[in-house]
């Protein structure tokens, strides 16, 4: 089945500076890429997704990059701000299941004032 | 509309004892599943549902079992609680389509607690 990676565990970074988290998945028929934000004790939500027909995609300072030959996505944040800091979720569909969704580990992000 | 709504938001319960959490979603999405959130391990899938009637099992299905008789509503039931089963527990419902990547809504969560 699909096994997704996502790295760093954890991030700092100071105000202003940008962001990037990185995801591999294992299941070369994947097609679409979410990424999910919890606030601490609150549920997840979508900020951005791709599919794989295209290689980028941007939603004001976040983008998300996928390079479907090397099997990784990542998600850029520009200009943080301290309401950024949570934790981020990768992830990627199991094969023939497109519904299925297999998570990553997360990164908690920290965004110093 | 309330969107995905989970109850109770909190339980402790004993080991060996049973429960049901309860999930409901007010928008007609076809699919819904149960997710458990542990520190450090993200997401988890224990069980999904297509469709009022058909459920699967996830990545993590064993001391759980589901039902899906309505499109609304998706209960998560734990048989003889463990330990080990000490989580927050979040659903999630999104609309079906033949290409899939659909948004998943998820609920609050309950957290639970087996002592």
């Known amino acids: 089945g699909e096994n997704v990676e996502q790295h760093p565990s954890t991030l700092s970074v100071q105000e202003g500076d940008s962001a990037v988290i990185k995801c591999t998945y294992s299941?070369?028929?994947?097609?679409?890429f979410p990424w999910y934000k919890q606030e601490l004790g609150k549920r997840p939500q979508l900020i951005i997704d791709i599919r794989s027909n295209v290689g980028e995609k941007k939603d004001q300072r976040i983008a998300v990059t996928l390079n479907k030959t090397a099997k990784h996505f990542s998600l850029h944040i520009t200009e943080t701000q301290p309401e950024d800091s949570a934790v981020y979720f990768c992830?990627?569909?199991?094969?023939?299941?497109?519904?299925?969704?297999?998570f990553g580990s997360g990164t908690r992000l920290l965004v110093r004032p | 509309n309330a969107g995905v709504t989970q109850t109770p938001k909190f339980q402790v319960l004993k080991t060996g004892q049973s429960m049901t959490l309860q999930c409901a979603q007010d928008m007609n999405h076809e699919y819904m599943s149960w997710y458990r959130q542990d520190p450090g391990m993200g997401l988890r899938l224990i069980h999904y549902?297509?469709?009022?009637?058909?459920?699967d099992q996830g990545e993590v299905p064993n001391g759980y079992n589901v039902s899906r008789s309505t499109t609304e509503d998706f209960p998560l039931r734990l048989l003889s609680a463990a330990p080990s089963q000490t989580s927050v527990y979040f659903c999630a419902s999104s609309l079906s389509s033949s290409m899939g990547g659909e948004t998943q809504y998820f609920g609050p969560g309950t957290r639970l607690l087996v002592l």
């Open positions: 549902s297509v469709g009022a009637g058909i459920t």
């Open positions: 299941d070369s028929a994947s097609n679409y």
């Open positions: 992830a990627a569909p199991e094969r023939d299941s497109s519904y299925k969704l297999i």
